[in-house]
């Protein structure tokens, strides 16, 4: 692999190679130049401190024997720096043991001279792309930081309302139902409600309505006495009684089957479980929470569910919000995903391609965040490339993308109805300069290698748009 330009020669990766032989120094440096780099060379450690202390390095490549402090020493003062430089050492007497020591120490690599060219050029590659991933994956955490509630992630409106419903309700002991479309995240609500109340320290019990026969479930929710049926051979505690002290999440709970629905409802007034052929009755504090992606209102309607019970468990509710009803998160949303997909194939799928990108924030996701988090690993799986490119995505993302060329906050307006209504060109620029601020949080450098210009241009740009607009 090897390295390309960047757009403008100021943001190329810059590289500081400390040498003391002037000859070899000036080698490497014209070598690493030809292949896209910035370079400054010094000749001992005390330069290369002063030159750090200066300007920064995405990396040193330094040899481990020089005028004064060694490379082991100038290696160990690099890790103070933020943003911390890559590292590779080179020597003219390498042994196992001294590549040992670079490593354990810090280094990147360790490089043997003489250098084989080609293998410098791969590794300063390797190193860089190493460094850069690791830089977007601290990012990324720090971006996401702060949008994240009890594994939900999100700083939309919507969902900076639900956090806050959420905390709300989480002390009361009152029966919840959490509404939302498949795939939206409810169990991470209910779970949420659990963490934030007073009985967080104890158990929180989830069960799936729909996923559990008909007669096996008031067995599985209530328990059973011994010999209550055929192959009860000993009595068995109900989840009921398991999430004591605690939270029982109902899930599906639309698909309760009616009698059933007649014992919760008599739990929830009373309290009190009887196990399956048991004779007495059980006390147990427990909190319920429902979930459902259907209207209950409905199943009432067609005499599918009691109406006393939907009552019972609607003290609360709380409406978990589409992804349609929250597409400022989508971003967070596939870059969180994809880290997670990069940390589990040791970085080899680490961004998206434009196309892919834009592809994928255009896409309406009918199944929510269940949906995009299947996406990214299906693309992150398929690519061979540390790109995800359009053709990595199914077929009904790149429909979508055709369908709907230019979506989100830089589509293309309705058009106006008279001369009077167009924008100005460089209005259309000062909005488009403003989005892509606001897409990478202020950070000038990315957001001028987007824009495909340099930060002196942008800079200027910035500056004219503030006199204008005073």
């Known amino acids: 692999m090897s390295a390309e330009p960047e757009t403008t020669p100021a943001e190329r990766p810059a590289i500081l190679v400390v040498e003391d032989d002037d000859g070899y120094r000036a080698l490497l440096i014209e070598e690493l130049e030809d292949a896209g780099y910035r370079l400054t060379g010094v000749a001992d450690a005390a330069a290369a401190r002063a030159e750090l202390a200066s300007?920064?390095?995405?990396?040193?490549?330094?040899?481990?024997?020089?005028?004064?402090?060694?490379?082991?020493?100038?290696?160990?003062?690099?890790?103070?720096?933020?943003?911390?430089?890559?590292?590779?050492?080179?020597?003219?007497?390498?042994?196992?043991?001294?590549?040992v020591a670079a490593l354990k120490a810090g280094a990147d690599d360790f490089l043997t001279k003489p250098i084989d060219l080609e293998h410098l050029r791969l590794a300063v590659a390797r190193v860089l792309e190493t460094r850069q991933l690791q830089a977007e994956v601290a990012r990324y955490r720090e971006v996401l930081a702060g949008g994240q509630f009890h594994?939900?992630?999100?700083?939309?409106?919507?969902?900076?309302?639900?956090?806050?419903?959420?905390?709300?309700?989480?002390?009361?002991?009152?029966?919840?139902?959490?509404?939302?479309?498949?795939?939206?995240?409810?169990?991470?609500?209910?779970?949420?409600?659990?963490?934030?109340?007073?009985?967080a320290a104890a158990p929180f019990v989830a069960v799936n309505c729909a996923g559990i026969p008909e007669a096996l479930l008031e067995s599985e929710l209530l328990g059973h006495a011994a010999g209550a049926f055929s192959g009860a051979r000993g009595a068995r505690k109900g989840l009921f009684v398991e999430?004591?002290?605690?939270?029982?999440?109902?899930?599906?709970?639309?698909?309760?089957?009616?009698?059933?629905?007649?014992?919760?409802?008599?739990?929830?007034?009373?309290?009190?479980?009887?196990?399956?052929?048991?004779?007495?009755?059980?006390?147990?504090?427990?909190?319920?929470?429902?979930?459902?992606?259907?209207?209950?209102?409905?199943?009432i309607a067609e005499g599918h569910f009691r109406e006393d019970l939907y009552y019972r468990l609607e003290t609360f509710r709380i409406h978990v919000p589409s992804l349609r009803e929250r597409g400022e998160d989508i971003a967070a949303l596939l870059q969180?995903?994809?880290?997670?997909?990069?940390?589990?194939?040791?970085?080899?799928?680490?961004?998206?391609?434009?196309?892919?990108?834009?592809?994928?924030?255009?896409?309406?996701?009918?199944?929510?965040?269940?949906?995009?988090?299947?996406?990214?690993e299906r693309a992150a799986t398929l690519a061979p490339t540390p790109?995800?490119?359009?053709?990595?995505?199914?077929?009904?993302?790149?429909?979508?993308?055709?369908?709907?060329?230019?979506?989100?906050?830089?589509?293309?307006?309705?058009?106006?109805?008279?001369?009077?209504?167009?924008?100005?060109?460089?209005?259309?620029?000062?909005?488009?300069?403003?989005?892509?601020?606001?897409?990478?949080?202020?950070?000038?450098?990315?957001?001028?290698?987007?824009?495909?210009?340099?930060?002196?241009?942008?800079?200027?740009?910035?500056?004219?748009?503030?006199?204008?607009?005073?």
Do not use: C
């Open 387 to 470: 790109e995800i490119g359009l053709d990595d995505l199914p077929e009904r993302v790149r429909a979508e993308a055709d369908a709907h060329p230019r979506s989100g906050a830089l589509a293309a307006p309705p058009l106006p109805g008279s001369d009077e209504d167009w924008e100005t060109l460089a209005a259309v620029e000062a909005r488009y300069i403003r989005s892509v601020l606001e897409w990478t949080e202020g950070n000038k450098q990315r957001a001028a290698k987007i824009l495909g210009i340099g930060r002196k241009t942008l800079y200027r740009k910035l500056e004219e748009q503030g006199r204008h607009d005073t």
């Open 55 to 99: 300007r920064s390095a995405a990396l040193v490549l330094s040899d481990l024997r020089l005028p004064g402090e060694d490379g082991l020493a100038l290696l160990e003062a690099t890790r103070a720096l933020t943003p911390r430089p890559g590292f590779i050492m080179l020597t003219g007497f390498g042994t196992i043991r001294q590549a």
């Open 151 to 199: 594994g939900m992630l999100g700083k939309s409106p919507a969902m900076r309302a639900l956090y806050d419903l959420i905390r709300r309700i989480a002390p009361s002991d009152s029966s919840v139902l959490i509404t939302g479309e498949s795939g939206t995240g409810k169990e991470l609500v209910a779970r949420a409600l659990h963490a934030e109340s007073a009985r």
């Open 243 to 299: 999430a004591d002290g605690g939270t029982l999440f109902l899930d599906e709970i639309a698909e309760m089957p009616p009698a059933m629905q007649t014992r919760l409802l008599r739990l929830l007034q009373d309290g009190r479980v009887r196990p399956v052929g048991a004779n007495t009755e059980i006390g147990t504090d427990v909190r319920i929470v429902a979930a459902t992606h259907r209207e209950l209102g409905e199943r």
């Open 336 to 376: 969180h995903f994809l880290l997670a997909q990069t940390a589990a194939r040791e970085g080899h799928v680490r961004r998206f391609a434009p196309a892919a990108w834009r592809a994928l924030l255009s896409y309406p996701y009918p199944g929510n965040v269940r949906e995009l988090a299947s996406l990214v």
